[in-house]
C-alpha cells in the first residue's frame, strides 16, 4: 500500500502546552503521546507527511499511523484523538503557540488505551479512512502536497508516573519513522476502465 512519512526533522513534534514549561520538540528522535502525569500536563504531536500522492476526490478504503516504539513500557492508560489540520498544504509549526492553535478536521478518530511499546516494534493506530478522505475532498487538495497528522492527548491518566508512549521521530532514518499507510480507489477521470489504483485495487470510472 502507498506508504508516506515525514521529510525533515522539523516534520515532526510534540509540546507541552502548559507554562511555564511550554516547549515544541522538533530535533528530537522521540515523539511523545500522552500525559506527563506526574504534574498533569497533556502533551499533544504532529507529524507532517510529504509528498502525498494521491489524487484529489480519491476513494480512500484504509488509511492508519504506524509508528514503532522508541522505548519499552508503558502501564498508566494513555488516550488520544487523532485528526488532520485541516490545511491544504501546511507547513510545520515553528512555536507551541502556532501548533496549539492549528484546528481539527471534522472527522476524527479515537486512539483509546493505546498499546504500551516495545522498543523497535510497529504498531498501529485504528483507522483513519474518514480523516484522511476529509482532506483528500478539499477544493483545493492537490496530489503531491503535505498532510498533518494531529494526535491530542484525550484523558490519558493524571496523577500517576508518565502517562505517555514513547516512539521514534523523523530522526530514526531506518524505517522506523512515523509512516502514513492509505488504500484508495482511483475515481472519475483518475480511473482507467478496468484499471487498478496504485493500491492495487480494482477501480471503476465514476459517470
Request: net charge negative.
Amino acid at each position: 500500500m502507498p506508504t508516506f512519512r515525514p521529510g525533515v526533522d522539523d516534520d515532526d513534534a510534540y509540546w507541552d502546552a502548559t507554562p511555564p514549561e511550554a516547549n515544541l520538540v522538533q530535533v528530537d528522535s522521540t515523539i511523545l503521546i500522552g500525559n506527563m502525569a506526574d504534574t498533569d500536563r497533556p502533551v499533544d504531536a504532529f507529524v507532517r507527511f510529504v509528498n502525498v500522492t494521491i489524487p484529489r476526490n480519491a476513494k480512500i478504503t484504509s488509511a492508519f499511523l504506524r509508528v514503532t516504539g522508541r522505548a519499552t513500557g508503558g502501564d498508566p492508560t494513555v488516550n488520544a484523538t487523532i485528526s488532520a489540520n485541516p490545511a491544504d498544504n501546511p507547513s510545520a509549526p515553528a512555536t507551541v503557540a502556532a501548533a496549539a492553535a492549528i484546528g481539527n478536521t471534522s472527522a476524527t478518530v479515537a486512539w483509546n488505551a493505546i498499546a504500551a511499546t516495545t522498543a523497535g516494534v510497529s504498531f498501529d493506530s485504528p483507522d483513519i479512512k474518514s480523516i484522511i478522505q476529509e482532506i483528500i475532498n478539499r477544493a483545493g487538495w492537490e496530489s503531491g502536497n503535505a498532510l498533518m497528522i494531529m494526535v491530542r492527548d484525550n484523558g490519558s491518566t493524571s496523577g500517576a508516573p508518565e502517562a505517555v508512549r514513547w516512539v521514534n521521530s523523523f530522526q530514526e532514518f531506518n524505517g522506523a519513522m512515523p509512516a502514513l499507510v492509505v488504500e484508495y480507489l482511483l475515481t472519475g477521470r483518475y480511473a482507467p476502465l478496468g484499471g487498478k489504483s496504485s493500491s492495487g485495487l480494482v477501480a471503476a470510472r465514476s459517470s
